[in-house]
T-cell receptor, first 112, second 118 residues
Framework: NAGVTQTPKFQVLKTGQSMTLQCAQDMNHEYMSWYRQDPGMGLRLIHYSVGAGITDQGEVPNGYNVSRSTTEDFPLRLLSAAPSQTSVYFC???????????FGAGSRLTVL | AQSVTQLGSHVSVSEGALVLLRCNYSSSVPPYLFWYVQYPNQGLQLLLKYTSAATLVKGINGFEAEFKKSETSFHLTKPSAHMSDAAEYFCAVSEGLRLTGGGNKLTFGTGTQLKVEL
């Protein structure tokens, strides 16, 4: 059982470049979300989705786009990367009615 | 609005000593409370959770936490630290009644790095 799979694990970008962080889960979870983790700030919610075709903003959505075309996948897009987006990104999911998140292993992004 | 405060960004204990990691929360409704652990270069794993049942919650690896409404606290303890407990620990809160509705809005604390020394 793979759980939540994130790719890539590491990425270095130049300012202004775009990229997509991939997240896939094989548990048929309805809810999926993206967090960023920064030193001394814990985890902050970027975007979340309650099901295919439905997304909403979290605490720090600026500079990020998401879509949810299938139950399994929830990609996070950076359209024009900035150094402030240097962080570790975590995807997490849960089934409807549950209260525990399952996290991916994280994607470390550096923007130069 | 909900929030979590973790006192002490770094805690150091000797192997075999008591582990106490502090967490205080703020919530406008009865909260659900969680402790997650993050080992180096890994994602977060659930240690334990409080969801309005027993106030003393037991989790994995010998950890437990007690919900104290009067103190708005949910401190994490372990009687005897082991080297393998070295990790970062996050306390988190959600407004339980809303968690099953419009999304998994979990608010995390800033984390406590636990160091275990010989």
């Amino acid at each position: 059982n793979a759980g939540v799979t994130q790719t890539p694990k590491f990425q270095v970008l130049k300012t202004g470049q775009s990229m997509t962080l991939q997240c896939a889960q094989d548990m048929n979870h309805e809810y999926m979300s993206w967090y960023r983790q920064d030193p001394g700030m814990g985890l902050r919610l970027i975007h979340y989705s309650v099901g295919a075709g439905i997304t909403d903003q979290g605490e720090v959505p600026n500079g990020y786009n998401v879509s949810r075309s299938t139950t399994e996948d929830f990609p996070l897009r950076l359209l024009s990367a900035a150094p402030s987006q240097t962080s570790v990104y975590f995807c997490a999911s849960r089934r409807a009615g549950a209260n525990v998140l399952t996290f991916g292993a994280g994607s470390r992004l550096t923007v130069l | 609005a909900q929030s979590v405060t973790q006192l002490g960004s770094h805690v150091s204990v000797s192997e075999g000593a008591l582990v106490l990691l502090r967490c205080n929360y703020s919530s406008s409704v009865p909260p659900y409370l969680f402790w997650y652990v993050q080992y180096p270069n890994q994602g977060l794993q659930l240690l334990l959770k409080y969801t309005s049942a027993a106030t003393l919650v037991k989790g994995i690896n010998g950890f437990e936490a007690e919900f104290k409404k009067s103190e708005t606290s949910f401190h994490l303890t372990k009687p005897s630290a082991h080297m393998s407990d070295a990790a970062e620990y996050f306390c988190a809160v959600s407004e339980g009644l809303r968690l099953t509705g419009g999304g998994n809005k979990l608010t995390f604390g800033t984390g406590t790095q636990l160091k275990v020394e010989l």
